[in-house]
């Protein structure tokens, strides 16, 4: 029995491909998370700290009420969904129109008429971000605390703004809250809010006090004093 073979060259037996990455990806792609969240951890200024329990613990359950007849008692809504979480409101007794800064960055100027119905909304000027505290000042204008803007001034004859200031001691603000003359405090658990008055004449802004836990409002005493 004779048996003829094809003269064509054998293929080499297949070799098995490694899965296995090598270490010269491996560790990078574990590393660089690990250090861009250290790098994060590192310059984020946000400082909390934990919530102490109450002194005597929490016994049993308390339910609030759904409604409470005597709030809001002989209260009017006032042109519902014209205006957008708003946080303090100014009522000028010469012009009769109310200012309310919104969450969505516009100051509002409600025109008071007999009835809350025939009030009519204004957008006025959108100074962007959430604004907090509102008050009246001695010339002719609106002084807004833009949350992450600083002391801004907006003068009510024409809708110019102003950056009045936004530091002080170096220290950028970080959440300016409330105005009578001017406050700013941050929204962490530690004391690092400041009381802080501005000078519109000198256009100086000097701290009063420091460590602060989140002071949130500010009012003078009838005397001008404190």
Request: net charge neutral; aromatic share 6%.
């Amino acid at each position: 029995m004779s048996e003829s073979r094809a003269s064509f060259p054998l293929r080499p037996p297949p070799t098995k491909t490694s899965l296995k990455p090598s270490l010269a990806v491996t560790i990078p792609s574990v590393l660089a998370p690990v250090l861009a969240i250290t790098i994060l951890y590192r310059l984020e200024p946000f400082d909390p700290a934990p919530l102490p329990p109450p002194p005597h613990g929490l016994s049993g359950t308390v339910t609030a009420p759904k409604e409470n007849s005597r709030m809001l008692r002989g209260a009017e809504m006032v042109r519902a969904g014209r205006v957008v979480g708003p946080e303090d409101v100014v009522y000028d007794t010469e012009s009769g129109v109310i200012y309310v800064g919104c969450a969505d960055g516009w100051v509002k100027r409600i025109k008071v008429s007999g009835s809350s119905r025939d009030f009519a909304v204004e957008d006025w000027v959108n100074i962007g971000r959430r604004l907090l505290g509102l008050a009246l000042g001695r010339d002719d204008e609106l002084l807004v605390c833009g949350s992450y803007k600083g002391l801004l001034k907006v003068s009510k004859r024409d809708g110019t703004v102003e950056l009045l200031t936004d530091e002080a001691e170096g220290l950028k603000f970080n959440l300016t809250d409330g105005a009578n003359v001017a406050i700013w405090d941050v929204l962490e658990g530690q004391p690092h809010g400041r009381f802080l008055s501005y000078d519109p004449t000198t256009k100086e802004t000097r701290v009063l006090a420091r460590d602060l836990y989140f002071p949130n409002g500010v009012a003078l005493s009838p005397d001008q004093s404190m």
